[in-house]
């Protein structure tokens, strides 16, 4: 048995082959009216001319197992057809988002080679900038050390002029006060000399007595404190 379907229209075709003795063979197509479930009047005659009630009660048996065997193959390819028609409707869906997804890889391939050309422009200011800044770098240090060297002169002016100043020549005759007192001291001490001897000697009473230690305070001269430490020199020597 085979069905064969057009449209809404089946057809069976049905071959039955009987034993040798039992008479002839039936072969042929016949139309089944599968709305109502009946089988065809001529069918039914012809089954009447050529078959015993028994070959017909099992040949229609054998019918509507066919039939229900074709229904449930109709079923099957129906249910095939629409998962078929199914899967055509998500490959569509999957073809328009793969036509979406190739459209914005082509933007972000675009946006990739603008970037990479900002990227070299940039790279290649950054290089420009580079060796302005390395320069820039250089004139800063010799600044720097021009401003060390003018700082390091202003310092050593500073300390000529704190040598040359009023307090700074106080102190260094009172350090020559002190050591002029502690030098006659020992000398006295040991008998070397006497304080009559010293009296020729010891600059301070001048001092005491000149206009300009009174007025000043001290403010002596260079000069005049060398002379004074030449004179205790001699003195120490002797």
Avoid at 155 to 173: D, F, H, I
């Amino acid at each position: 048995m085979a069905v064969r379907t057009r449209g809404d229209e089946r057809r069976l075709a049905v071959v039955s082959l009987l034993s040798a003795n039992q008479g002839g063979v039936y072969r042929g197509e016949v139309g089944l009216a599968l709305g109502s479930g009946l089988v065809s009047k001529g069918l039914e005659e012809k089954l009447e001319r050529t078959s015993t009630p028994e070959l017909y009660s099992g040949f229609a048996n054998r019918v509507a197992t066919a039939l229900n065997r074709a229904l449930r193959t109709e079923e099957q390819v129906l249910e095939q057809g629409r998962q078929l028609h199914q899967r055509d409707e998500e490959i569509e869906a999957l073809s328009v988002q793969l036509a979406v997804k190739s459209s914005q890889l082509d933007v972000v391939q675009e946006e990739k080679a603008k970037l990479q050309v900002e990227f070299a422009v940039y790279k290649s200011a950054m290089g420009v900038l580079k060796a302005d800044n390395k320069a820039l770098r250089e004139k800063m240090d010799k600044v720097a050390g021009d401003r060390e060297t003018v700082a390091a002169e202003r310092s050593a002016a500073a300390v000529k002029a704190y040598k040359t100043s009023l307090p700074c020549r106080k102190e260094r005759l009172e350090w020559i006060k002190r050591a002029w007192e502690g030098l006659t001291s020992t000398l006295i001490q040991g008998g070397k000399i006497t304080a009559s001897d010293l009296e020729d000697v010891d600059p301070f009473p001048y001092l005491a007595a000149d206009p300009t230690y009174r007025e000043e305070g001290f403010d002596l001269t260079d000069d005049f404190i060398h002379q004074v430490l030449d004179l205790l020199d001699g003195i120490s020597e002797s």
